[in-house]
């Protein structure tokens, strides 16, 4: 009980005559600006809130009782002075201890109450009052009140404004003709325009945008302090008369007096580019120096050079001769860091003779090789695992700031066994030995520039990229053994800073499989159906793959932002019709199966189109609330040369990063439902998924979640041992399956480690009627019934998964 009144009393702490501050009300109705807007103006905030009801840092800080707390701690001190005095007294040295004590730790997490205070809520009104000037609402007034009820106060900040000011005329004063030029020429992008509102942050844009643009045009020493403004309300009619105005570059008469002369400001062009790609403070340097000149670069290195020319020249945007722009240095910086083979950047200029600035280039390289050892635990649903890499880098391979990953990988699982007589779900059993190995090597490099045959003009902005990847990989269960080998080349670029572009021309994918002779006679006797066959036969994929990516993301600003990827796959189609085309003019060159089927190195190649898309919403709240909307979906097409998907390139359901109240491919396809006599991975040719996240802070690195998941996969045509698997337009959409849940995630800052809980909700697997199962969560008749009519499989309605890093 006290518990409970704890958590229903925020207000038990508060001092004689204090209200808990409950809520800020706007009451505007006169102006076209954002309640958020002028809330941001606002001095005192109650505390903060998650689920937008419970006040949860709140709850905390009451749970601790500080007189208890006091108590505790001098007892406390007055224990561990006793033992250091016992220390003393054997001529041992004190130790220090500072542990915090629980009731310390609730205080320090949690959020004291918030006591209305009347004085700071006058000088928010007053703030709302000048936000609102500067807004152009110059005849207006702001008024805050109080309602109390009980120990709980609402302010009131009542707005009321006449129509905001307008600007009637725009005058220029700038005395320096060669300067206006460059302000008054790009009309397109000014921000000041006749007939629009007084707004003081137009104004500082327009500032911004004046200083941006002189900067990029040889104006190194303008700085947006240069411009002023001047403005008219005199004139009635509710307007104003702008003038910006631009003063001329201040310097003294001379070194010796106080006396400021103004002149026109100067334009400065690059002249010598100096680059140090080995630097080295000052104070640690005592290495002689070589110089070697390219073309207009002068590089100044120690040793041997580490980088050939070619490369870091470029990522250098700045060239001599030309007029100083800030964009050619943000664009070096940025082409720089790309390169990932610097540590720190740093791009300075000084003043030449006359009209001229040196630019200097400092960069200090990071290790070029290195060896990390990384380890991940896993456990969803009862799936035991531990998986370890050795991963070896070299950052600078052929001296071009390629980057060569070799990473060995490994890892042990337990994972639900087949059987031969009712392969029935033993994960319990399995969980108690670990039955699954698997490892194998995996090579990548990754070239900072196109590998191409021809020439190709692209953008040095672009960040080109060419990347091989390879890897071979050994699986061993009880019931097989496969053996997975995945050769890539490709190219990656950016076309802005929202878009990228990858185009792998070449994928290849060959998986042998071994079968155990009892699974493979399983098999044979029970399983009927073609996608299930094909995931346990030999096959080989060669595709092409797309992807185009669209990232709204700032990472300095948690503003709300979208994001979408698309992924475009042809698989086969090339290797058929060059097959087709060489048996036009030479019949029977390549010879087909009894099927219709050509095979490459005696393996039958795959043959499909596939495409999917995923897109995410992130809605930032305010700092520890926001919610991410995800909609994911895609289909594939097999074609003549295999007739199903290959078991890598089939859509499924479920997992720590889908629908999370399923194991992954344990859901679908449609509303099939097997009896339990044996169990194998779920798969489709196409998937719909949805997912709703809502996700807030706790304390400290500690964040918590709750989500809410739905979809499943479908099978393009009707299949006779799965009924109801096909995709079908009057029914798919009541085949949704929906999972909830909680999660807690722990931010660590370079990665993020999860837990989620899921919960199933509607399960397609049952008739229509049925299909709301959470009904069912504590029902022990409706589990016993589920087991006997499933050859003794337990339902699971919880799901437990651990991923690292959020799910999207």
Known sequence: MPFVFAACNPTKKLGPGERLLHKNHIINKDTKLDNNDIESYIRQKPNRKIFLIFRFHLWLYNQANEDRIKRKRILYDKKKQRKNERRIAKGKKPKKYDRQLFGEWLLNIGEAPIAYDSMLAAKSARQIKSFLNNKGYFISSVSDSVHYKRKKADVYYTVRASEPYTINNIEYKIPDEQLAYYVL??????RLRKGNNYDVDVFQSER?????ELNNNGYFFFTKDYVYYEVDTTIGSRQVNITLGIKNFAKKYAETSDSIIETPHRRYYVNNIYIEPDFVAKKFDNVTKDTLKVDDYTIIHSKKLRYKTKVLLGAIFIR?????????????YKRLSELKAFKTINISFEQAKGDYLDCHIQLSPIY?????????GTNTSGNLGISSSIVFQN??????????ELRLKGGIAAQQVFGTSGATDNIEEAANQFNTI?????????????????????SKKANPKTIFTSSMVYQR???????????????????????????????INFVKVDLSPTFLNYLEENIHDRYTLNSFSNHLATSTVYTFTYNEQDLNKDVNFSFFKMNAESSGNILRGLYNSVNYFQPGTFKM?????????????????????????????????????????????????????????????????????????????GSYADDGTFSFDQFGDGQLEGNIEYRFKLFRMLNGAFFVDGGNVWLREKNASKPGAEFEFNRFYKEIAVGSGFGLRADFSFFVLRLDMGVKVRDPQFSEQKRWIIGNLFNPVWKMNYRDTHNNRKYNFLVFNIGINYPF
């Open 477 to 507: 269960r009880p019931d097989y053994t496969r053996y997975i080998t995945n050769l890539a080349f490709g190219y990656n670029w950016r076309e802005s800073a929202k878009k990228r572009h990858t185009i792998n021309p070449l994928v």
């Open 593 to 669: 199966d009894d099927q219709g089927r050509y095979k490459l190195m005696d393996i039958v190649y795959s043959q499909y189109l596939r495409i999917d898309g995923d897109y995410r919403y992130y809605f930032n709240a305010n700092e520890i609330n926001k919610v991410v909307f995800r909609i994911a979906a895609g289909i594939g097409v097999p074609l003549k040369n295999f007739t199903s998907l290959p078991f890598e390139r089939s859509f499924f359901s479920g997992g720590a990063n889908g629908i999370r109240a399923w194991q992954a491919r344990t859901l679908g396809p």
């Open 438 to 458: 698997e490892f194998g090597p995996e090579l990548n490099v990754t070239i900072p520039r196109f590998l191409l045959p021809f020439r190709v003009r692209i």
């Open 395 to 404: 950052r600078n391979l052929l001296r071009g700031a390629e980057v060569l």
């Open 368 to 376: 070029k090789q290195s060896f990390t050892v990384e380890t991940v």
């Open 320 to 332: 001599k001769g030309e007029l100083y722009q800030f964009q050619n240095v943000e664009d070096s």
């Open 208 to 212: 911004e945008r004046i200083t941006s």
């Open 185 to 190: 020429s790009d009309t397109a992008n000014r």
